[in-house]
């Protein structure tokens, strides 16, 4: 598989309900201003993440708006082979 | 080795991500609930086809794992028929913005709805040319401000709606991006529907059309969309004068006895054979 190498998105919480990969992510602030319950925050730099994970309740909303696919929902995801 | 979700078995994420849409554009979006759509009614990618013409709505074919077809300004809808006739097991989606579908690509989108052909529209309404740089299009409201309206725009805008109903589509919705939920239901229903079916998708435009509206943020477009569409059970109880100004979204029309074209066509080449 000669394409592994080129742009694999970087895991940011890889144990968490959700998944920020920062590599796509363009900082629009779509997610974090639509959370219902303010569990996401930005960074200094504008990067979402999880910042009171017991907030979460995994109701889909970021990963649904995020232009970028820059948020999954962590249990969702499998390694691959 | 890394992570992946199983909507990453649907775009070609090792070439060509992060897309090209600037920061907060609602096009990506849309991709994601036109794939969760696909995934949802279980189809196969290989069956399903995803065209579209030119602007930046129609940079949507490069990021999915379907077969995808990247043609000329306005003319996706004329290829997307001769795919349908080809191989009518094909599920069809041609994704066009406002310009492509309804300027350059108006005259295709009427009679391909007149025919009821068999193909999933989802047009992508940011309201402005994206892609050439902010120029107005057939749905920028009157007064609203483009680089080709300086002062304001003067002429009066389409309702999609109501022109892809004139026209003989048998589906016919409109969403928002705001209405993440909805649009994910609505877009579900179109590719299931046996005949045209059109999903006018109301899509922020934030480096263009929000910097010239006052509203420079996707946050604030967002909130526009909010508070300027009206669920059509609620519209219906609504006067004309609460929805001044509002965009109704929900679904218009949906009839499935409609006559579809490509089965018209079989219908008369088994009936020429006998
Ligand atoms: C035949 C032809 N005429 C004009 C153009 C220039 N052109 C490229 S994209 C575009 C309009 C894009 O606007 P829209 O279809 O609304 O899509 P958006 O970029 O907003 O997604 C135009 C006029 C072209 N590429 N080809
Ligand atoms: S899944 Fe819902 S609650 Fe959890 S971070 Fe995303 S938007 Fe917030
Ligand atoms: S110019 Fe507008 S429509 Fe085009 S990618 Fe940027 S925000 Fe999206």
């Known amino acids: 598989m000669a394409e592994t190498a080129a742009k694999k998105p970087k895991v940011r919480y890889p144990e968490g309900k959700i998944v920020v990969f920062e590599k796509w992510c363009k900082r629009c602030g779509i997610c974090v201003a639509f959370c219902p319950t303010g569990a996401l925050a930005e960074d200094e730099r504008g990067v979402p993440y999880l910042a009171t994970p017991d907030k979460c309740v995994l109701c889909a909303q970021c990963w649904l708006r995020c232009p970028d696919f820059a948020i999954i929902k962590g249990p969702e995801i499998k390694e691959e082979e | ?274």
Not at chain 2, 95 to 100: I, K, N, S
Request: with cysteine; aromatic share 10%; charged share 20%.
């Open chain 2, 1 to 274: 080795m890394g992570p992946k979700s199983p909507i990453y078995d649907y775009l070609r994420y090792k070439k060509k991500f992060p897309t090209v849409w600037c920061p907060g554009c609602g096009i990506g979006t849309i991709m994601g609930a036109i794939i969760r759509a696909v995934m949802s009614l279980g189809y196969d990618k290989n069956d399903v086809v995803m065209v579209s013409g030119i602007g930046c709505s129609s940079r949507m074919p490069a990021y999915v794992d379907f077969n995808t077809l990247h043609t000329t300004h306005g003319r996706a809808i004329a290829f997307a028929t001769g795919i349908k006739l080809a191989k009518p097991h094909l599920k069809l989606i041609v994704v066009t913005g406002d310009g492509d579908g309804l300027a350059i690509g108006g005259n295709h989108f009427i009679h391909a709805a007149r025919r009821n052909i068999d193909i999933t529209h989802i047009l992508i309404n940011n309201s402005i040319y994206g892609m050439t740089g902010g120029q107005y299009s057939p749905t920028t409201p009157r007064r609203a401000f483009a680089y080709t309206a300086p002062y304001g725009n003067i002429e009066p805008d389409f309702d999609v709606v109501e022109l892809g109903i004139a026209a003989g589509a048998s589906f016919v919705a409109r969403t928002a991006v705001y209405h993440i939920i909805q649009m994910g239901k609505i877009i579900e229903k179109a590719l299931k529907h046996k005949g045209y079916s059109l999903v006018d998708v109301i899509s922020q435009c934030p480096v263009l059309y929000g910097r010239l509206n006052k509203m420079r943020s996707p946050v604030e477009m967002l909130l526009w969309q909010k508070e300027h569409t009206v669920d059509i059970k609620v519209a219906a109880k609504k006067s004309p004068e609460e929805l001044e100004g509002k965009y109704i979204v929900g679904i218009f029309k949906d009839d499935p006895d409609m006559p579809e074209y490509v089965s018209e066509y079989q219908k008369l080449i088994d009936s020429l054979k006998e």
